[in-house]
Nanobody
Framework: QVQLVESGGGLVQPGDSLRLSCVASGFHFSSSTMTWFRQAPGKERRVVATSTSGGRTVYADSVKGRFTISRDNDKNTVYLQMSNLKPEDTAIYYC????????????WGQGTQVTVSS
């Protein structure tokens, strides 16, 4: 079955960096669109960054220039490199897979907590 397992979250100070990873299994990873979402307490889940099967990347305005999404199709893994973290980046970060062999379905990981605080 489809599985997405995120890791790499933690407690960091403002200005620090973190790299999140999402390991996928159970579907044809390279043909899928992979997206990182985040959800802060009391707020809606929102898109952070997307990586398409064709190599295109799209970012939310709030993270442009600070976050980088990348993927390793050989390892079935998508990454989110986060730098110059701010307190407002504090959220649970979720990995999402859609498209390709998944058809009209979308799948979510369990999430990883990122807390930015001094």
């Amino acid at each position: 079955q489809v599985q997405l397992v995120e890791s790499g979250g933690g407690l960091v100070q403002p200005g620090d960096s973190l790299r999140l990873s999402c390991v996928a299994s159970g579907f044809h990873f390279s043909s899928s669109t992979m997206t990182w979402f985040r959800q802060a307490p009391g707020k809606e889940r929102r898109v952070v960054a997307t990586s398409t099967s064709g190599g295109r990347t799209v970012y939310a305005d709030s993270v442009k220039g600070r976050f980088t999404i990348s993927r390793d199709n050989d390892k079935n893994t998508v990454y989110l490199q986060m730098s110059n973290l701010k307190p407002e980046d504090t959220a649970i970060y979720y990995c999402n897979a859609a498209g390709g062999s998944l058809g009209g379905n979308a799948y979510w990981g369990q999430g990883t907590q990122v807390t930015v605080s001094s």
